[in-house]
């Protein structure tokens, strides 16, 4: 009996322990991971908007940790974005404060290879500004495109009266995205997540643009 109780106590001094080292090891890594985010997250902001001198925060943008429980998120859903959540919406000012755009950042759900997070610039014009990834876990040579020029730069100033659509061929259309070639769920979910940001950023402009 006495030996079970000792074998007892040691595996709960130990199971302690280890809890205590976790905790201590996240404690360490989950600033600098933080930190890391929050740069990134700078340096995607700036990649979209250039010519802005600040980026402020929306007032009474409802952001919480997890995206898809905020009313932003909510908004897109109801309006036909069931797999998006926005993470998070700023203003684009020029030096003198005033709003020139919107940058919001957006997360995919239906990525190839998981969840594909980045920010979207619109303009006050509703005219897209481009997009800059900041999280992303594709195919390299496939999906990864994505965060390249060829792929990006179709959608710097497009206009977005109406919503962008993925083509494998050479675009007819001005709405039209020419796909990644055997990336097409890469293409679509990035496309897709650009139009849920815009309908967002409309919604901060109060309607249509």
């Known amino acids: ?44 902001y700036k990649e979209v908007y250039a010519d802005a001198a600040d980026f402020k925060q929306i007032d009474g943008f409802d952001s919480e940790e997890d995206a898809s429980k905020n009313k932003a998120s909510a908004y897109i859903h109801e309006n036909g974005f069931p797999d998006d959540d926005i993470k998070n919406a700023v203003e684009a000012v020029d030096s003198s404060g005033n709003k020139i755009g919107y940058v919001v950042t957006v997360t995919s759900h239906k990525g190839y290879g998981g969840d594909i997070t980045f920010s979207v610039g619109i303009k006050n014009d509703g005219t897209l500004n481009g997009y800059s990834i900041t999280t992303i876990s594709e195919t390299a040579g496939l999906g990864m495109k994505s965060t390249e020029p060829k792929f990006k730069d179709q959608f710097n100033g497009k206009k977005t009266d109406k919503a962008l659509e993925v083509v494998k061929e050479k675009p007819s259309a001005d709405n039209e995205i020419q796909a990644i070639s055997g990336a097409t769920i ?21 309607g249509d643009k």
């Open 186 to 206: 890469t293409s679509r979910a990035v496309t897709i997540g650009v139009n849920s940001g815009v309908a967002y950023a409309r919604s901060l402009m109060g």
């Open 1 to 44: 009996m006495n030996r079970i109780v000792h074998d007892a106590l040691i595996l709960t001094g130990i199971t302690l322990i280890s809890g205590v080292s976790l905790g201590f090891v996240n404690n360490i890594t989950e600033i600098p991971i933080k930190n890391a985010q929050e740069a990134a997250t700078k340096k995607a």
